[in-house]
């Protein structure tokens, strides 16, 4: 069964420093991986998607995601914060096969709430 | 504006009460789902539904129900209400069965008091 993990709820960085926010997950087949993003009282944007073409993904607002099979890892990562990137951030994993009849449902990590300081 | 278009935006209801809240799906896409999110369990998928039929089922209780017209517009249907109910409840939307092209609605703030 797919499954992703968020390891950290909450994450504190300084306005123009690194940003990461870190993502497991468990697929039996290839998985399809994506980074929502909420901003308060807002809607889900999708940041980025992984669908098992390059490895590194490129998202809006300089934020990139690398897929690591060998660490089952997906994680989210920016060079520099900005004080409009607080938000609360989903990894996300699609269920079904690559390449097969995907339903679509989406599994939901429990969040990592991103603040970022002046 | 994501194209999909979630009605009512907030809702205050009572316990035992039925309320329906709406979906317009971005023009073109044949599939809806619906998501809850609550304080205490999360974003968690509850329904698909493909080009008016019911293509995949979550953690959806049985006071809850759904469907999608010919027009492709879906609603959602939550009877009895308690409290626990209260949450944001999102609409998706995508062209076709899978993940391709998925696309949030803003999603309807059910309160129930």
């Known amino acids: 069964a797919q499954s992703v993990t968020q390891l950290d709820s909450h994450v504190s960085v300084s306005e123009g420093t690194p940003v990461l926010l870190r993502c497991n997950y468990s697929?039996?087949?290839?998985?399809?991986l994506f980074w929502y993003v909420q901003h308060p009282n807002k809607g889900l944007q999708l940041l980025l998607k992984?669908?098992?073409?390059?490895?590194l993904v490129k998202g809006i607002n300089g934020f990139e995601a690398e897929f690591k099979k060998s660490e089952t890892s997906f994680h989210l990562t920016k060079p520099s914060a900005h004080m409009s990137d607080a938000a609360e951030y989903f990894c996300?994993?699609?269920?079904?096969?690559?390449?097969?009849?995907?339903?679509?449902?989406?599994?939901f990590g429990q969040g990592t709430t991103l603040q970022v300081k002046p | 504006d994501s194209g999909v278009t979630q009605t009512p935006k907030h809702l205050i209801t009572a316990t035992g009460q039925r309320v329906t809240l709406r979906c317009s799906p971005r023009?073109?896409?044949?599939?809806v789902y619906w998501y809850q999110q609550s304080l205490d369990q999360g974003l968690q998928f509850l329904i698909q539904?493909?080009?008016?039929?019911?293509?995949a089922k979550g953690n959806i209780l049985e006071r809850f129900s759904a469907q999608q017209f010919p027009d492709l517009h879906s609603e959602l249907n939550l009877s009895s209400l308690e409290l626990g109910d209260s949450a944001l409840y999102f609409c998706?939307?995508?062209?076709?069965?899978?993940?391709?092209?998925?696309?949030f609605g803003s999603g309807t703030r059910l309160t129930v008091v």
């Open positions: 992984y669908t098992s073409a390059a490895t």
């Open positions: 996300v994993v699609s269920v079904g096969a690559q390449g097969s009849s995907n339903t679509g449902k989406l599994i």
């Open positions: 697929s039996s087949y290839s998985p399809s």
């Open positions: 023009s073109g896409d044949l599939s």
């Open positions: 998706a939307s995508s062209p076709g069965e899978g993940n391709y092209g998925y696309t």
């Open positions: 539904y493909y080009n008016g039929e019911e293509r």
